[in-house]
């Protein structure tokens, strides 16, 4: 059994503690939440130990591994603590507020030797993961151009403020919503390091970003638009997707269905000339416990066989994650000028 | 239960293989107009019963069957709650405290918030109920036979183990709604042993059933073996497995199936709806011309 403790309750958290719950090899033995109302219902009817102090919950519970799903702003304080005492960490994303925070992470997980990885489900999902799988075998040849683009209905009109709201806090669009798809595009294709030019625009909220408009070149040499708007209600909920261009085909990928077409004749198994569909259903494993996709499930239970050491631990890493922060932090600094 | 059910996934755009196949349908589905003459559709075809999400506009759907009675005197919804999108959405904006305080109704709720958790700590299960019935208010004067909840909130609270909320939302609904409570879940096997522990024997469960193993958690041999035990009485949705199989081969599996009470399905086309209707219809046709001649 691997002894679970959680730290943050809130949307993310419960379906993390969920997910957990039904895992046969997991044992929870602390939750920690500041909220009142969340610790009492979960003691009441979870039976889980509960803490409002996490430092305080892993000296008694002992965890041989911490979920770490707090807003933003916390990530940096809580992952150094639990490094400090050599426990294996799962954060959500973004991983840190700048990527400063994060390198420093990096180096301590490596010091501490203990598993690390961060919440991008996205690299757990079938048609992403296919995505990825083509490109590394060059089978759409050289990548010239790609777009990284994600939409939904996040904030859509003038409303009250939470933390997602405030910039200090990991708020706004390009840190919570534009990071899904600056990681996916740093691990499919390589990662984003230079930005020619970057729009943040606020549509509804005061002080943060609604979109980001951006035109970047990867350590590849590939160069890439990314456009993203959480205040598109034409979305029914948040829908990625990425368009990569090479010089010998084109991908076309969201989280259900995958556009391949090649112009030659040279072809992976199971693809043809021309235009190639799959849906997510053809490219997903089953998992043990579904609760809100596939890859909700698949990333714990990968998080889980690592901390046992039952795989390589290099998917999601602090690492990857890092870069993921210093992709943002270019975006976002380019805004300024 | 009918043997078919009619679903509503493809009126809210909710497609789980093309993001383009449901800007079509949100588009093809704007008014209710369109939502009610693909009803009218589905009766024809013989199907009454309408299994559907607690969504606002299903709201104006009630309200145009409840001024045609005679129209509509033997139609009967499965309603589903909750529309989880609603709450989540308001969780991101106001908080939990803040969403209780904005869906619970009565002044209940102000006398927590304003006098601290442990005031009501013993309540929850009365939170939840006063939310059931806000969810239930816009099927006033419709035949609500069977009141489901949700998977994702079926599988939260299993994960969670919580098993009070569920075997609390089963007591509710036969006790203030005089109906059976459905349970929409993808881990069919595990939520079966939690209920009958919770000492809800034979209940209605409705779960992704398909040749292809889609959603099936714990795989589909563990289904088939379960459903051979006839534990529970079953409605099969996403029968079609996500389209990775023949439509025709993908019903014959779920039809020859044993102990599947009903099948729920969902199509914008008259012409979807008529053939799901008629392949079903063949197949159970087809097992009871071979049950007479055994
Ligand atoms: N991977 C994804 O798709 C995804 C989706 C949503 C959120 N997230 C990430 O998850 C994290 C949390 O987001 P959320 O939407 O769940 O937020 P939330 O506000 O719903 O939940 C945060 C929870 O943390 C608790 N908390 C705050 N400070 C605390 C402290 N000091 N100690 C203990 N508990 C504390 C709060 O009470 C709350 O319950 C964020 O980093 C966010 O970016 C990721």
């Known amino acids: 059994m691997v002894k679970i403790a959680l730290i943050g309750a809130g949307k993310m958290g419960l379906s993390h503690l969920s997910i957990l719950g039904a895992h046969p090899d997991v044992q929870i033995v602390g939750v920690c939440d500041t909220s009142k109302i969340i610790v009492d219902v979960l003691e009441r009817y979870s039976g889980f130990k509960c803490y409002s102090d996490y430092l305080k919950m892993v000296e008694e519970a002992k965890p041989d591994a911490v979920f770490v799903s707090v807003p933003t702003k916390y990530h940096y304080t809580m992952v150094k603590e639990l490094l400090k005492r050599n426990i294996n960490v799962f954060t959500e994303k973004p991983f840190c507020l700048n990527p400063n925070e994060s390198g420093e992470l990096v180096l301590l997980a490596k010091k501490a030797g203990v598993v690390n990885q961060v919440g991008y489900h996205n690299k757990f999902v079938g048609t992403f993961k296919e995505v990825k799988r083509l490109v590394a075998s060059s089978a759409i040849g050289e990548i010239t151009h790609f777009q990284g683009e994600a939409y939904g209905p996040v904030v859509i009109k003038k409303k009250s403020e939470t933390w997602r709201s405030d910039p200090s806090e990991g708020g706004g669009c390009l840190m919570d919503y534009a990071s899904h798809v600056i990681d996916l595009i740093n691990d499919i294709i390589s990662p984003i390091e230079s930005c020619k030019s970057s729009i943040l625009k606020s549509i509804y909220s005061k002080n943060v970003d609604d979109s980001v408009y951006a035109l970047v070149g990867t350590s590849s040499g590939a160069t890439g638009i990314i456009s993203v708007n959480w205040s598109d209600e034409t979305y029914r909920k948040m829908s990625t997707s990425v368009t990569i261009i090479g010089t010998e085909g084109k991908i076309v990928s969201d989280a259900n269905e995958l556009k391949v077409y090649f112009k030659g004749d040279v072809l992976p198994k199971g693809y043809s000339k021309g235009w190639n569909v799959k849906y997510v259903t053809d490219l997903t494993e089953e998992v043990d416990f579904y609760l809100r996709g596939e890859e909700y499930s698949a990333q714990i239970d990968y998080f889980i066989k690592s901390v046992k050491r039952e795989n390589k631990n290099n998917v999601n890493t602090f690492d990857s994650a890092w870069k993921t922060d210093t992709s943002i932090s270019l975006i976002k600094n380019q805004s300024r000028i | ?294």
């Open chain 2, 1 to 294: 239960m009918e043997r078919i059910i009619f679903g509503d996934n493809q009126f809210f755009a909710v497609n789980h293989i093309s993001d383009e196949k449901s800007r079509a349908q949100s588009i093809k589905f704007k008014d209710d107009s369109a939502i009610i003459k693909t009803l009218d559709v589905a009766i024809a075809a013989g199907i009454n019963t309408f299994m559907c999400t607690t969504h606002d506009r299903i709201a104006n759907i009630c309200e145009i069957i409840r001024k045609d009675p005679v129209k509509y005197q033997d139609f009967k919804i499965y309603p589903c709650m909750p529309y989880a999108h609603k709450y989540a959405n308001a969780v991101t904006e106001m908080g939990i405290a803040g969403t209780l305080k904005q869906y619970v109704p009565g002044n209940f709720l102000g006398s927590i918030l304003k006098g601290g958790v442990a005031y009501i700590s013993k309540d929850y299960i009365s939170i939840m109920e006063l939310m059931i019935d806000a969810e239930m208010k816009m099927f006033k004067g419709i035949n609500t036979p069977v009141i489901f909840i949700q998977n994702v909130m079926t599988d939260l609270l299993l994960g969670l183990g919580m098993d009070e909320f569920l075997i609390g939302f089963a007591n509710y609904v036969r006790q203030k709604y005089n109906a059976e409570p459905g349970f929409i879940t993808m881990n069919l096997p595990k939520l079966l042993d939690v209920l009958e522990k919770g000492g809800i024997s034979n209940p209605i469960i409705c779960a992704s059933i398909n040749k292809a193993n889609f959603r099936m958690s714990g795989g589909k041999e563990l289904y088939e073996k379960v459903l051979s035990e006839g534990r529970c009485r079953v409605i099969a949705m996403q029968v079609l497995g996500g389209g990775a199989i023949p439509a025709s081969e993908a019903l014959e599996y779920v039809s020859n199936l044993p102990n599947v009470e009903s099948i729920l399905f969902g199509a914008s086309s008259k012409q979807n709806i008529e053939n799901t209707v008629d392949t079903i219809r063949f197949y159970d046709q087809q097992r009871k011309e071979e049950v007479i001649m055994q």
